[in-house]
């Protein structure tokens, strides 16, 4: 899932290294597939009602920070961007729930893969998409809320929801990978640790756990084609995704990945290409998943 299916659906490697955020001479590094005991719950909200599975990942970035409310209803006219930085202010626009679906309904549902299949009368899937992620969206902000003990208007950011487009929309490894290495790289053009990234990966690792099991518990309410959770199950993948599994698991990131304090591209790079002990797991939800089962708290 995520990465491992649904990021290369209908993908076409001809167009990849055009869309990319990597420089076009850069070499692509194998995908490696992960799986959790937990993925099979997910694979009608993974797959089958997941919209973002049929969008280049560069353009869901791009219409992410095109989005306001006085822009939602216009077209995207402007050239699609590929250098993006941490301090790119726009990313640090906040988002409520209500603009978030504004988002999808006036961007996401705009795009032409997606206006195709509204064409095709295809308002369930539409309608579950919209209702999943607006709860993963509740639920992360609820979460994040708990994480630092604060209740805030602003606590989920444009660049917060690039994390939903990394994880599931269409894309290479290497286009995702220099992304995230883009985002939180600092002056010197090296990938250091920092609260932003942070943020970012406790926001990864929830929205592909605990967020997208109470969207998951919630979508047999609405869409009756949806079976409802066994109870069993449903304990059993909430007793390693609750908030302190995704808390421990940016900890072991952090411990595990820098070896050094400042990490150049390549060094930054070769991190994902190693099949054992790589770390494409965190582009993944399955791999998110799979290591938060191995690293239960």
């Not at 003990?149 to 602003?154: L, Q, V």
């Not at 269409?170 to 920092?194: E, G, H």
């Not at 609750?242 to 808390?247: T, V």
């Amino acid at each position: 899932m995520g990465l491992d299916a649904c990021c290369t659906n209908n993908y076409s490697k001809n167009n990849n290294r055009i869309n990319s955020f990597a420089p076009i001479d850069e070499k692509e590094i194998p995908r490696i597939t992960y799986k959790s005991s937990n993925d099979f719950l997910f694979k009608e909200i993974e797959y089958k009602y997941n919209l973002l599975c049929h969008i280049q990942l560069i353009d869901f970035v791009n219409l992410l920070e095109d989005y306001s409310p006085e822009t939602a209803t216009l077209s995207f006219t402007g050239i699609m961007k590929t250098d993006y930085s941490y301090h790119g202010e726009i990313l640090s626009y906040a988002m409520t729930v209500d603009t978030f679906q504004s988002f999808i309904e006036n961007k996401l549902f705009q795009t032409q893969e997606i206006y195709e299949l509204s064409g095709k009368k295809n308002d369930l899937m539409m309608e579950t998409f919209k209702e999943v992620f607006r709860e993963i969206f509740k639920s992360l902000e609820l979460k994040l809320n708990q994480h630092y003990k604060e209740e805030r208007e602003d606590r989920i950011t444009k660049r917060v929801l690039i994390s939903l487009g990394v994880i599931f929309c269409k894309s290479d490894v290497i286009s995702k990978i220099r992304l995230i290495f883009d985002l939180f790289k600092n002056d010197k053009n090296k990938f250091v640790k920092s609260d932003e990234l942070d943020k970012y990966l406790l926001s990864s690792f929830l929205s592909s756990s605990y967020c997208m099991l109470s969207a998951r518990k919630k979508i047999t309410n609405t869409n009756k084609n949806i079976p409802f959770m066994n109870k069993d199950d449903f304990i059993k993948c909430l007793k390693v995704c609750e908030l302190k599994d995704s808390e421990n698991l940016v900890r072991i990131f952090n411990e595990t990945f820098f070896d050094k304090e400042e990490l150049n591209w390549k060094e930054f790079k070769n991190k994902f290409e190693n099949k054992e002990n790589g770390f494409q797991w965190i582009l993944s939800s399955s791999g998110i998943r799979k290591m938060q089962e191995e690293n239960d708290v």
